[in-house]
């Protein structure tokens, strides 16, 4: 990217998001707090403490199964589509809540002793005396850690710096930070030897979470399956242009890629499905002034050549297409990044002599993001700003 860093950047969309969001946050500990604490006869500091801490550690899991849910929820249900854009706040929003629990709990438990409070979390305070004695906090602490990178590297600053793919490797260590703290919830209500009930919502939150990803991956190996046999050039058939609906697209394996093959005013042309901005499935959105749109963040490209509008200049491949017998084709490999394809003309259907795309496009260089066309919102995030 090359315009400014800007740390965060609140549409007003979000801004509302996250004002709800912390009132959730704020009602949740109050009421944990204040019926757990109604529970005990006279509470003292240090009870009233673990039961803040318990407050916050529940809450931040509740908040990680959101977080890891509304990915294969999207991809089920396209309606979860509007709660991407708020997944990386409320990621953040999780770190604060668990840090919070981490850093209160080891007030609590490792700040008295000889130890330092580090060596105390690792060494169990210790008070190994049998497997109940697990130093249980050493993967709550783990944990801590991969979400603090994550927390770190949310800004699209370190898309760009990590790259998209590793970017997104980054973010899949969430999983591994959930089973990380799945382990250190279960050894530590079971070190507590409290009711078990906490350890069976665990396990039930994790069987959600596991059948939403195996639903939503389902939705995607049934789609691949579809893909048909290749033409004497590699050219995969699509199906016929009527079949998809303007200004949508159908989505086809070619070879280990998803390519989105978009039908316009213009005609069909085919891009690469992954968005380079989060690797948002390009071809679940739809099209706006003649643009594709993802649907996760609103980042837009040119179907033509895959380019975004000024001031962004990130591009997305693009691929050949050809109609054989009424069948739409798409190429074995993409053109090289950037190449001007034509939109391949659909018998039938009359083109805009002048879309907006077009005259943006033929423009290209000397268009400011102050001289865009009416209808065409350029999102914040394809001017490179936090979301
Ligand atoms: C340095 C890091 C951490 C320390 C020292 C720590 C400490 C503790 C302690 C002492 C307990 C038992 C509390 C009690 O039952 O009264 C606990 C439970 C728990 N912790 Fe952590 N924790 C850490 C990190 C995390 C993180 C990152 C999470 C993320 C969500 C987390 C989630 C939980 C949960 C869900 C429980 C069970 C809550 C309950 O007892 O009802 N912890 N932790």
């Not at 809450?59 to 849910?69: G, I, S």
């Not at 490792?110 to 130093?135: C, K, Y």
């Not at 005609?267 to 099209?287: D, F, T």
């Not at 993802?294 to 297409?321: E, K, R, S």
Request: hydrophobic share 50%; proline share 9%; charged share 15%.
């Amino acid at each position: 990217m090359t315009t400014p860093y800007r740390a965060i950047q609140w549409t007003k969309q979000k801004a509302y998001f996250d004002l709800a969001l912390l009132c959730a946050v704020f009602l949740y500990l109050t009421l944990f707090t204040a019926i757990s604490l109604a529970r005990i006869a006279r509470p003292d500091y240090p009870e009233i403490g673990a039961v803040v801490s318990r407050a916050l550690a529940t809450l931040a899991l509740l908040l990680l199964h959101f977080v890891l849910a509304i990915g294969p929820l999207s991809r089920i249900n396209p309606a979860f589509v509007v709660l991407i854009p708020h997944r990386r706040h409320l990621g953040v929003v999780m770190f604060l809540v668990a840090m919070a629990h981490a850093g209160l709990s080891t007030v609590l438990r490792h700040t008295g002793g000889v130890l330092n409070p580090l060596a105390s979390i690792v060494l169990g305070n210790g008070q190994i005396v049998s497997p109940g004695e697990w130093p249980f906090e050493v993967f709550g602490l783990a944990a801590l850690i991969v979400l603090a990178a994550q927390a770190a590297t949310s800004h699209d600053f370190w898309i760009a710096y990590l790259s998209p793919e590793g970017w997104k490797r980054l973010q899949m260590l969430g999983y591994v930070a959930y089973a990380l703290i799945l382990v250190h919830a279960v050894l530590g209500v079971v070190r507590e030897s409290r009711n078990p009930l906490f350890a069976i919502l665990l396990i039930a939150g994790m069987v959600v979470l596991l059948l939403l990803h195996r639903k939503a991956a389902a939705i995607e190996w049934a789609r691949d399956r579809e893909t048909g046999i290749p033409d004497s050039e590699g050219y995969i058939p699509v199906c016929p242009p009527e079949h998809i609906p303007l200004g949508r697209a159908r989505i086809v394996r070619v070879g280990n890629e998803r390519v989105a093959v978009f039908r316009y005013w213009q005609g069909i042309s085919a891009v690469s499905n992954v968005c380079p901005h989060q690797c948002g499935p390009l071809g679940e959105g739809g099209m706006v002034a003649g643009c594709v749109r993802c649907p996760w963040h609103g980042a837009i490209f040119f179907p033509q050549n895959g380019l975004a509008p000024p001031p962004n200049d990130q591009c997305v491949p693009t691929f050949p297409v050809k109609l054989v017998d009424g069948c739409i084709y798409v190429g074995p490999a993409p053109f090289p990044l950037g190449y001007e394809s034509h939109p391949l003309p659909v018998p039938g259907q009359k083109g805009r002599a002048a879309s907006v795309a077009g005259q943006i496009q033929s423009e290209r260089g000397v268009v400011s993001s102050q001289r865009k066309p009416a209808g065409l919102e350029l999102p914040a995030e394809t001017a490179g700003e936090e979301i």
